[in-house]
Nanobody, 116 residues
C-alpha cells in the first residue's frame, strides 16, 4: 500500500485548502481512511476519519470547518479545510487502516502553513 498526499501549501487565516491522498494497493473501498496532523513540538493527532461505509469522525477542533470525503473510483480521500487558523498549521498525514489485516499505513505528509 502506498499513500501520496498533495494539496498542502500556504494559506491566509480564514482561507480554505483541500488535501488529497491517493492510495495504491489493496481494496481501497473497504479501508478506513484518515487524516492526522502534527505541529512542531506536538504529538500527531487525529483530524478526521472515514470508514468504507462512509461514516465520518472528526476531532472537536475541526468540526464544522473540515470535511473528509472519499472517491472510491479514484482511490482517493480528501480533506476540505475552511476557516483555517494558526492552530491548523501542521504537517498533515494520510492514514489507511486495512479492513483485512488491521495494518496501518501512512503517507509522507504534506505541509499546511497558515499566515496571519
Amino acid at each position: 500500500v502506498q499513500l501520496v498526499e498533495s494539496g498542502g501549501g500556504l494559506v491566509q487565516a480564514g482561507g480554505s485548502l483541500r488535501l488529497s491522498c491517493a492510495a495504491s494497493g489493496g481494496t481501497f473501498s473497504r479501508n478506513t481512511m484518515g487524516w492526522y496532523r502534527q505541529a512542531p513540538g506536538k504529538q500527531r493527532e487525529l483530524v478526521a476519519t472515514i470508514t468504507g461505509g462512509g461514516s465520518t469522525n472528526y476531532a472537536d477542533s475541526v468540526k464544522g470547518r473540515f470535511t473528509i470525503s472519499r472517491d472510491n473510483a479514484k482511490n482517493t480521500v480528501y480533506l476540505q479545510m475552511s476557516s483555517l487558523n494558526s492552530e491548523d498549521a501542521a504537517v498533515y498525514y494520510c492514514n489507511l487502516r486495512s479492513w483485512l489485516s488491521d495494518n496501518v499505513y501512512w503517507g509522507q505528509g504534506t505541509q499546511v502553513t497558515v499566515s496571519s
